[in-house]
């Protein structure tokens, strides 16, 4: 028997809790190492992706057109007045971080549970929380109108004897996104020095020879090195954890430290984290569902994969139901005549198509979800998958919408109407997730291809049943 | 090619398993400076190829210096450096200060993780002799290497060393020196 042979005969009993086996048919080290490899060394790029690079660049000319604008014109050219002071940014800013926290949830969480099948989605899925990340730093800085000073919100030695303000969420803020975007990317890169290292070595040309040996550091498989990244690794999926838990509660202290009606809610940071989850696993099936077309990964993203992606989305979605129904309970169990009216404002107020279009897409649609035939059939789970995550810029629209534009005086009110600038800037950010990922895709190794060679049974002689 | 060049003396193996057992054998011969390379972490190999794991520690020393960085510069500047009387609360406010210490402890963590794990692997690195081995580009694919170093002491008897090559590797060659 060749080792090739071995290496697919090979079976290991199944871990506990695990009914499906986690890649579609047997597979050897070197078949997954070539197939991964081969996107980005050998196989002619798809036209798939040139389209979708070119509708991302797009996005990112109109994106820098609308800065300049904005940087030019002011903040009054975005929809943004007294009281409607947060419009798209801040739903943007809200809305692409959540999206990253779905990456952090494969990559960390779901490692510290030892769910083997993560192995497979959670390179991209990291990928994907970094242009998240990225993408949401922006928003903030735009909106503070005078962006090229924005570095007057970190602490530093300076002449104008000012310091930041420690007591506000705000702050908190700079320093819970800086952290998670850096956290992040160490994470990222760690785990893709190994693959780095493979793609250095199958590479046929010196350019590509170069450009992998310097990004891969010189990594060269010694078992001291494999014993303190595995270590690394761990500590930074622990540190990930609560950190990822972190970031959309300070996101959420945005919210709740203001005394506003319809903000001011203990049950924001869980709020906000299941729908920071929600929306990010929406985001990561829209991204593998075309991903293991076009690249025939259905081998390695199998329909058990989506299936158990669909589950957790559904399980998100059901605590995000739990608080949309928990909110107006809160509202009528206060007796707070302010929190009452806000519940009835949104549900028929001038704004109140965003309450019951974000009713329907996270609620009504997503219940499709429990049927198993949605679950494992790639076109309607991507429809579901978008009508969610358009869902979820809703809801945090609607949050913020609602809540400003009816204070405690009437004098006060006004509603809000978002102009070209605001929806070029959102469309824009999309343009830019949407060109880095490709860049991704066609320049590193999208699937973690060691933590794949890890799930062959045959890999380890410990844990499995040797022919 | 002279002694002084020679690196040492690799053994190639396709399967995990024989690569554990000559290590385990190579070990038991009394040679200490071993390396074993390969494409994924194995922990049997930890216990054969024993060596310190000093992450965990680096770690925490990172997360104790990020936590009271934090809470030092908090204090100084929200007490002494710019005190602000906001609704009469103490200056001193420290569970606002908490958001903050959490998230540097988190960062200085992950930092003292990431650049300590390979200041520990000397990475990174432009050069290392055992890429002189022309089969050493599958460690990253298929091929698991044991990499007996010339400058372990039982290297120089003939008798010990020509006793490698009765272990079952695909290969064995030697490698040279830088």
């Given at each position: ?221 010694d078992s001291h090195h494999w014993r303190w990244h595995k270590t690394a690794s761990l500590l ?232 | ?22 290590a385990?054998?190579?070990r038991?011969?009394?040679?200490r400076k071993v390396e074993a390379?390969?494409?994924?972490p194995?922990e049997e190999l930890d216990e054969i190829l024993p060596g310190s794991d000093p992450v965990p520690l680096m770690v925490l020393i990172g ?49 003292a993780a990431?650049a300590g794990s390979l200041w520990l692997a000397g990475l ?55």
């Open positions: 028997m060749t080792v090739e042979e071995m290496q697919r005969t090979t079976v290991r009993a199944p871990e506990p809790g695990t009914s499906v086996s986690v890649l579609a048919h047997p597979e050897t080290f070197s078949t997954v190492t070539d197939q991964i490899t081969s996107i980005v060394l050998k196989r002619p790029t798809p036209l798939f992706w040139y389209l979708a690079f070119a509708a991302g660049v797009a996005g990112v000319i109109l994106f820098i057109i609308a800065v300049t604008a904005l940087l030019y014109g002011g903040l009054g050219i975005i929809g943004i007045e007294i009281p409607v002071a947060w419009g798209y940014l801040i739903t943007n800013f809200v809305w692409w971080i959540g999206i990253g926290h779905a990456g952090t949830l494969i990559s960390a969480i779901l490692l510290l549970l030892n769910q083997s099948w993560r192995n497979s989605i959670n390179r991209f899925a990291e990928a994907m929380t970094i242009f998240a990340v990225l993408c949401a730093a922006m928003f903030p800085l735009l909106h503070l109108g005078r962006s090229w000073i924005f570095y007057w919100i970190l602490p530093y030695p300076n002449t104008m004897t000012v310091q930041p303000q420690f007591r506000s969420p705000l702050v908190w803020d700079v320093f819970a996104v800086s952290t998670y975007g850096t956290v992040s990317i160490l994470f990222w890169y760690l785990g893709m020095i190994p693959d780095l290292a493979s793609l250095r070595d199958k590479s046929k040309s010196r350019l590509a020879y170069a450009f992998y040996g310097i990004l891969c550091l010189g990594w060269r498989g930074l999926a622990g540190l990930a954890t609560p950190l990822v838990l972190s970031v959309h509660t300070v996101v959420s202290f945005d919210f709740t430290i203001a005394i506003l009606p319809g903000w001011h809610s203990t049950i924001f940071p869980p709020y906000f984290v299941a729908g920071a989850i929600y929306s990010g696993f929406a985001m990561v099936l829209i991204l593998a569902i075309p991903l293991r077309a076009v690249y025939k990964l259905h081998n390695l993203i199998t329909v058990a994969h989506l299936n158990n992606c669909a589950k957790l989305m559904l399980a998100t979605g059901l605590v995000l139901a739990y608080t949309y129904v928990l909110e107006p309970f809160t509202a009528w169990y206060s007796g707070d005549i302010y929190e009452m009216a806000i519940v009835h404002n949104r549900a028929v107020g001038p704004h109140a198509w965003t309450y019951w279009t974000t009713l329907i897409c996270n609620v009504a649609i997503p219940q499709l979800l429990w049927l198993k035939r949605v679950r494992i059939n790639p076109k309607p789970l991507f429809c579901v998958s978008v009508v969610i995550l358009y869902g979820m810029w809703m809801e945090r629209f609607m949050i913020i919408i609602t809540a400003l534009h009816r204070d405690y005086l009437p004098s006060a009110w006004s509603n809000f109407a978002a102009t070209f600038w605001d929806n070029a800037l959102t469309l824009g950010s999309i343009g830019i997730f949407v060109t880095c990922f490709m860049l991704f895709v066609r320049f590193a190794p999208m699937i973690s291809i060691f933590e794949l060679r890890e799930l062959l049974p045959f890999s380890n002689p410990a844990g499995g049943s040797m022919k | 090619m002279s002694a002084q060049t020679l690196y040492g003396v690799a053994l190639e193996f396709d399967s995990p398993v024989e690569l554990i057992e000559a385990r054998a190579v038991a011969k009394g040679f390379y390969l494409p994924y194995i997360g104790i210096l990020g936590g009271l960085t934090a809470l030092a510069m908090e204090y100084y500047i929200a007490v002494i450096d710019y005190p602000i009387n906001v609704g009469g609360r103490p200056l001193n406010s420290w569970p606002a200060f908490i958001p903050i210490t959490f998230e540097l402890t988190v960062l200085l963590a992950a930092i990431f990174p690195l432009l050069h290392h002799p055992v890429f002189n081995l022309s089969e050493f580009d599958r460690v990253t694919d298929d091929r698991f290497f044991l990499i007996v170093e010339a400058k372990d002491p039982l290297f120089k008897d003939d008798t010990i060393r020509n006793s490698l090559w009765q272990l079952n590797a695909l290969r064995i060659k030697e490698v040279e020196g830088s």
